[in-house]
Every structure is written in structure tokens, then in C-alpha cells.
């Protein structure tokens, strides 16, 4: 008995390959009534003429014009295919093989081409079919939005920094050299510092910069432990009249610095606070009453409206303790007048003794 007659496939009943593929057809012809691809096109990139970022759909990348010598850009240029060719149903896989870099005589990059495999199958119970398709996409050049900028001298985004109290020249050069520095750490595509101008106002300082994350990033940096509030708006940008079309709006990251620096005190319901620091966009203060520390969220201590309390501290002199009652009475060294007070924070003197202080509903707070 011929064993390999017996278990050799039916032929294909529409060309009589003996090879059946799925429903009595084999692949070639199942592809013909059930293709993949139903339309594939010529592609195409923008590399910036300047840096050598590559643009795919009008989309800056994080990829390079010396990566597609890589095989790391090919999981972009595989999605890349797969968004722009038309399938008559989705591809399960899609590899790349024999990729290549076409040249002009000047020795700039036209094109890359190569052969694309797409692995599909319309339905669950059709075995995966797997054709090869070659492929083109050609390379255009242009000028990428950082590039652009660069050479325009413009910027896209600023930061504002303002303080409600006065600000020293010295200090203003203190916090231009801080956001300088802390902006070499969000470089440009071209790895140069996206700091583009640093300018100087009263009680405050506009840093204008070329990239909109690299403002919106520092700016939260110089604010965290400032105790600082972000808003983020947009500016006007100016009118092209001849085309009837706005300019891009620039972003504006408007940082308004606290009232209250370490050490202040203010009053909220007639509670006594001092502001103990700030710190990852929270102010931590003490009651200074209760002996008791809070903190919370900058935007949540504004909106409770604080009053400035003026801590005038001044010498006071013991006159004497009334133990039972826990009080004690001083003199106001400056005034002569004589004062009843909790004794609970001048048990550390004896009477007689002076202190630096400030009178407070009927308690002492001291000086530290």
C-alpha cells in the first residue's frame, strides 16, 4: 500500500495545486477572494535638515536620522506602516527584513526600503497566511520646531515669577542662576539648553524659553520648596494679517511666591501660627499656642486667607508669680506697663529675670 497517496492533500479545486490551504483552495488562491492588503502607498518622513529628528504623520520623534541604521526604529517604522497602509482585516504581526538606505549624489538620505511580512487571518478558525509586500518611504527635508525656534530667535513658553514682597537685584541674580542651571537638565533635541532669556522686573522674573515642557518642569522645580502657586495660562502672540490667522499662543507657567517666608506669623480664627517651611508644594506651620504642627497643601493654607500677625517682640521683666492662679506678672521694660500672663512658658526664669517676648491673649510667646 502507498502510504503517501493516502494521506496526500486534496488539490486545490480552483487552480488543481495539490496543496489545500483552507476550504479545498490553496493559499494563493484563498488570497485571491480574501486578500490582506487592500491598499498600500509610498510613504513618507520629514528629517530635520538642521538636528536629524525624524517626523512621522507631522509628528516630531524621539528618533534620529542615524537610527534607521538601528533596529531599534524599526517598531516605529513597523506602526508607522501599519497606521498608513489599508488591511481589509487587522494584521497580527507585521516584521521588517532587508531594510536599506537609498542615497543621492550629494550623499543625502531620499529613501528606505525594504520588505515588509504581515501576518493575518480574517477569522479564529483560518490558519495565520503570511505575505511579503516591498516598500518605500521617502525622505523630505524640513526644520523641527525646536531648530525653528532656534533659528527664528523666538520662544514658546515663559516662565513668571512673582513675589508680593520686595526682591533684591542680589536675589533675583540668585534665582536666574537656579533656573539657568535646572534647565540644562531638560535639554533640546540638540541637547543645548532650552533657556533662551532671562529678564529681571521689580519683585519678580520672566524666564522665556524654547520648549513648553522644559518651562512647565522647571517652573514646578523652582516652586516645590518655595511654597510657590502655579497657574498656567497662554499670551497672546500677535496677528498675521495677511493670512487672517492668529500666531500660536506662547504658554505662560505664572509662579506667584507665598506672603509668609520661615519664621512669620500670622493668624487664621484668632489661632496663632508660624510658618515653619515649605516643602514639596505644602507649608508646614506650628500652632504656636497648642504646641502643634500642621501641614498642608499651599493652594488649601491660601484659601483659609491668613493674616499677617506683626511679631513685635520686646523685653519684659518677671515682677512676680501668682502660683496658685499660674499666672505671673510682667513689665514691658520699654512702656513701663505691667501685664498678667500664663505663666506655663516662664517657668525656665525666676522673678526678677528678663525675656524677649510678645503678649498674646493673655499668653506669652518668646522669642527664639
Not at 517682640?313 to 512676680?320: A, C, K, L, M, V
Request: with cysteine; net charge negative; aromatic share 12%.
Amino acid at each position: 500500500m502507498n502510504f503517501s497517496v493516502m494521506f496526500m492533500s486534496p488539490p486545490c479545486i480552483a487552480c488543481g495545486v495539490e496543496e489545500e490551504f483552507f476550504q479545498h483552495l490553496c493559499q494563493t488562491c484563498y488570497l485571491e477572494s480574501n486578500p490582506i492588503l487592500k491598499e498600500n502607498k509610498d510613504l513618507n518622513i520629514v528629517t530635520c535638515i538642521s538636528c536629524g529628528l525624524l517626523a512621522f504623520k507631522g509628528h516630531w520623534s524621539k528618533f534620529y536620522i542615524n537610527d534607521l541604521a538601528s533596529v531599534k526604529i524599526h517598531s516605529r517604522l513597523k506602526t508607522f506602516i501599519g497606521q498608513e497602509w489599508k488591511f481589509y482585516y487587522r494584521p497580527t504581526k507585521i516584521e521588517l527584513k532587508n531594510l536599506q538606505q537609498n542615497f543621492n549624489t550629494e550623499d543625502e538620505l531620499e529613501s528606505i526600503q525594504g520588505i515588509v511580512v504581515i501576518s493575518a487571518s480574517p477569522d479564529p478558525f483560518v490558519p495565520l497566511i503570511n505575505i511579503e509586500q516591498e516598500f518605500i518611504i521617502k525622505n523630505n527635508w524640513g526644520d523641527c520646531s525646536d531648530c525653528q525656534t532656534r533659528s527664528s530667535g523666538l520662544y514658546t513658553s515663559k516662565i513668571q515669577i512673582r513675589s508680593q514682597k520686595e526682591i533684591s537685584s542680589e536675589e533675583l541674580d540668585k534665582w536666574g542662576t537656579e533656573i539657568e542651571n535646572t534647565s540644562k537638565d531638560f535639554p533640546l533635541s540638540d541637547g543645548k539648553n532650552p533657556l533662551f532669556r532671562l529678564i529681571q522686573i521689580k519683585n519678580g522674573l520672566d524666564a522665556l524659553f524654547r520648549s513648553k515642557s522644559a518651562a512647565h518642569s522647571v517652573g514646578r522645580i523652582f516652586a516645590r520648596d518655595r511654597g510657590g502657586l502655579i497657574h498656567i495660562t497662554t499670551e497672546f502672540a500677535g496677528f498675521d494679517k495677511s493670512k487672517s490667522k492668529e500666531y500660536p499662543r506662547k504658554q505662560v507657567v505664572l509662579i506667584m511666591l507665598p506672603k509668609y517666608e520661615k519664621g512669620d506669623y500670622f493668624l487664621i480664627n484668632k489661632q496663632l501660627f508660624k510658618v515653619e517651611g515649605y516643602s514639596n508644594f505644602k507649608i508646614t506651620c506650628s500652632d504656636v499656642i497648642n504646641k502643634s504642627l500642621r501641614r498642608i497643601s499651599v493652594k488649601s493654607f491660601e484659601e483659609l486667607d491668613p493674616k499677617r500677625f506683626d511679631a513685635n517682640f520686646e523685653e519684659y521683666q518677671i515682677i512676680h508669680f501668682e502660683t496658685a492662679e499660674s499666672l505671673a506678672e510682667i513689665m514691658n521694660l520699654s512702656d513701663f506697663t505691667n501685664h498678667f500672663v500664663d505663666s506655663t512658658e516662664l517657668t525656665v526664669f525666676s522673678e526678677g529675670e528678663t525675656f524677649w517676648g510678645i503678649v498674646y491673649e493673655g499668653r506669652i510667646i518668646l522669642r527664639d
